[in-house]
C-alpha cells in the first residue's frame, strides 16, 4: 500500500499532464519521483514502523523490564532496528521495480530524453540517498519510544518535528533535525560527507541514550516480578 498510492497518484498525473511532460527535462521528473518520498514519505514509514516495533513492550509496560535487566539493550536495539530496516528495505525494491515502469513510460513522452538507462540511474543515486539519510531519523524514533511512556506521543512527537523541518530544510542546510536529512541529501548544495557525519554522530548518540536509558534502572527484581504478575 506504501508503494501502490504514490504509483497511481504519479501515473494520473503522468496520463492526464502529458503535453506538460513532454516539455520538462528529465532531471525534473526524477526529482518529482523522488521528492514526496524524500520530504514526507519515508519519514512518516519511519514514525509508523517505530511505533508498530515498540507497541507491544508500550502497552505492557516491558520497557521497564527491559530497564530491569542491563543484559537486555543490545538484543533490544539490534532486533528493532532490524525489523524496521528490514521493512524499508522492502518497500526500496518494490519502489525501484514499480518507478522503472514509471520511468520507461516517461521516458518515452520527454522530447529531449537521455535514454531510461541514464535517468533509470539518476533515479536509483536520488533515492538511495534518502533511503540511506533516513536511518538518523529511524534510531532517533527509536529513543523516542524508550524516552516517552505514553504510545502516541512519540507518533505526534515525530510528526512535529518531521513538518517543521520540511520548510527549514529548504531554506537552510542545517543538520540539526534528523528527519530532514532526505531532503538534506538532495540538495545540490550539501556536502555528503559532513552530512555523512552528522547523521552517524545522531545515529552513535541515539544508541548511547537508548543504552543508557534500558540499563538505567533499579530495583530489576522487584520490577520483573511485579510485570510478570500483570
Known amino acids: 500500500m506504501a508503494c501502490l498510492i ?14 506538460a511532460i513532454n516539455k520538462v527535462p528529465g532531471e525534473f521528473v526524477i526529482d518529482n519521483l523522488v521528492g514526496p518520498w524524500s520530504s ?7 514514525i509508523i514502523l517505530s511505533y508498530i516495533v515498540t507497541e507491544e513492550e508500550q502497552q505492557k509496560n516491558m520497557l521497564n523490564l527491559y530497564r530491569s535487566y542491563k543484559s537486555n ?10 525489523v524496521v530496516i528490514w521493512i524499508l528495505l522492502c518497500i526500496f525494491l ?40 533516513v536511518l538518523p531519523c529511524l534510531f532517533f524514533q527509536l529513543l523516542l519510544s524508550v524516552l516517552i511512556k505514553k504510545p502516541v506521543l ?3 512527537l515525530g510528526l512535529f518535528i518531521m513538518i517543521l523541518g520540511v520548510p527549514i530544510a529548504n531554506l537552510s542546510d542545517t543538520y540539526l533535525i534528523p528527519y530532514s536529512y532526505p531532503i538534506l541529501s538532495q540538495k545540490p548544495s550539501i556536502n555528503i ?15 548511547i541514550a537508548i543504552i543508557l536509558l534500558l540499563s538505567g534502572g533499579k530495583n530489576h527484581v522487584a520490577q520483573a516480578a511485579s510485570i510478570s504478575k500483570d
Open 6 to 19: 504514490p504509483l497511481a497518484f504519479t501515473l494520473f498525473i503522468i496520463y492526464t499532464q502529458a503535453n
Open 40 to 46: 514526507l514519505l519515508l519519514g512518516i514509514l519511519v
Open 73 to 82: 539493550w543490545y538484543g533490544w536495539i539490534v532486533k528493532k532496528s532490524f
Open 94 to 133: 518494490i519502489n525501484l521495480m514499480l518507478n522503472a515502469i514509471i520511468i520507461q513510460i516517461v521516458e518515452g513522452m520527454i522530447a529531449d530524453s537521455k535514454g531510461f538507462a541514464s535517468l533509470y540511474s539518476l533515479f536509483l543515486t536520488k533515492f538511495s540517498k534518502a533511503y540511506i539519510f
Open 154 to 156: 512519540p507518533i505526534m
Open 193 to 207: 560527507l559532513g552530512l555523512s557525519l552528522a547523521g552517524i554522530l545522531i545515529i552513535i548518540s541515539c544508541i
